[in-house]
């Protein structure tokens, strides 16, 4: 009996050590895991460029995390137990403490900025609560990205300058052609006039003729003034009223007649009988009829005289449109590409501002039609102006349909 207690004993004993050998490698195996966490939460946040500020509801600073101390607005040293109130300028701590007011398990957003090392560097708080009586503050240094976003900002504002800039120039452009234009007429006819009253026959009839003409560029040199002032005042610069378009190229051959009878052209009109009115701004749509009737007179003027002729037609194209031609038979557009008069400033003329045919397709456009350009088989060219009826028009403006495209 006794060496069976004395065995029991042992036994018990042993398991005893084994239990306590075990428990005592568990221990070290949780503490190594522990150890391992801890190292992989340290390696973290090292490896995070955010700093974290645990700190009390009232706003008390306990602890930190900078990877770089040079990041802090102070020393821990500094701030580690006091209230941000003691380190933080008056506004901002008055902007966290209204942020801590409203923090929860959604992140509250506070952008702010602080002079640090000479320099004003900026960040945003991310401030969630931790528990019930704390709150955590990740910070982040977005100076960087302020810094790429005001050059951003300014680069815009730049374009936008450069852009008013040069839309500025582009109208000058325009007010320039279109004023220069009847400035030159009003010249020429004076010039005529003088030589005719110099006749000791002294023609008056045309003396009529040429003073009509002064007078009617006189007037076409206002209208561009009044759409100027009208433009910058935000008003629609002309409205749009239906028109015949016969009587809108008669106006407008009125105006070049005495022009083209010194040059000794051919005018010819063939308009197809019964055509409807047309929707839109007669003064624009002649000056686009305009425009293309000096570019055919200026073609003319370096092909024999013999030969020099301008065909106006109109028709009536799918119904819905008044397709309008003007013709000559000078030499023809001197680019390979005919799309290539229609860029801005492009001129084949010595004292040209290539900014007319820009303006007029922009006009054409805008009344839902189109203009463009093609070469004539004989020579010389032909530009093709589309303007809707007005019922297609009226269809146009009110976004019930699109205008047909032709051509």
Not at 173 to 179: C, G, L
Not at 184 to 213: F, M, V, W
Not at 311 to 323: D, M
Not at 385 to 404: D, I, M, N, Q, Y
Request: glycine content about 6%; overall charge neutral.
């Amino acid at each position: 009996m006794d060496d069976l207690t004395s065995n029991t004993y042992v036994v018990v004993a042993i398991l005893v050590v084994t239990l306590y050998g075990c428990l005592i490698a568990w221990l070290l195996v949780l503490r190594t895991r522990r150890h391992e966490e801890l190292l992989q939460k340290n390696a973290m946040l090292r490896a995070l460029p955010d700093m974290m500020f645990l700190m009390s509801c009232d706003g008390v600073y306990l602890d930190y995390h900078a990877r770089d101390p040079n990041d802090l607005f102070v020393p821990p040293s500094s701030f580690l137990g006091r209230n941000m109130r003691e380190i933080l300028p008056p506004d901002l701590a008055s902007r966290f403490e209204e942020a801590f007011a409203q923090a929860s398990d959604e992140p509250v957003l506070v952008e702010y900025g602080l002079p640090i090392n000479g320099e004003v560097r900026h960040f945003e708080a991310r401030l969630v609560r931790c528990g019930s009586d704390k709150i955590l503050s990740i910070v982040r240094d977005v100076s960087a990205r302020k810094l790429a976003d005001d050059e951003l900002t300014g680069a815009l504002e730049d374009r936008a300058r450069i852009e008013r800039v040069a839309a500025l120039g582009e109208l000058a452009a325009w007010v320039a052609h279109e004023v220069k234009q009847p400035l030159s007429a009003i010249l020429t006819n004076a010039q005529a006039c003088i030589r005719y009253l110099r006749d000791p026959s002294r023609n008056l009839t045309r003396i009529q003729d040429a003073l009509r003409d002064v007078v009617g560029e006189a007037v076409r040199a206002t209208d561009v003034v009044d759409r100027t002032r009208a433009l910058f005042k935000g008003r629609e610069p002309l409205v749009r009223e239906s028109l015949v378009i016969g009587q809108s190229i008669d106006a407008v051959l009125g105006s070049v007649r005495s022009r083209m009878q010194r040059a000794g052209i051919e005018v010819r009109t063939v308009l197809e009988p019964g055509l409807p009115p047309a929707l839109g701004a007669d003064v624009q749509v002649q000056q686009v009829l305009f425009n293309l009737v000096l570019n055919a007179y200026d073609a003319l003027m370096h092909v024999d005289p013999r030969h020099r002729r301008i065909t106006i037609a109109a028709r009536l194209e799918h119904g819905s449109h008044i397709l309008i031609s003007v013709s000559d038979t000078g030499r023809g557009i001197a680019v390979p590409d005919v799309e290539t008069v229609f860029n801005p400033y492009f001129t084949t003329k010595e004292h040209g501002m290539g900014i007319g045919l820009t303006i007029s397709r922009s006009i054409a456009e805008a009344h839902g039609g189109k203009l463009w350009a093609t070469r004539n088989d004989g020579g010389g060219s032909t530009f093709w102006l589309t303007v809707p009826t007005a019922v297609s028009a009226a269809r146009f403006l009110s976004g019930a349909a699109s205008p047909a495209r032709i051509g």
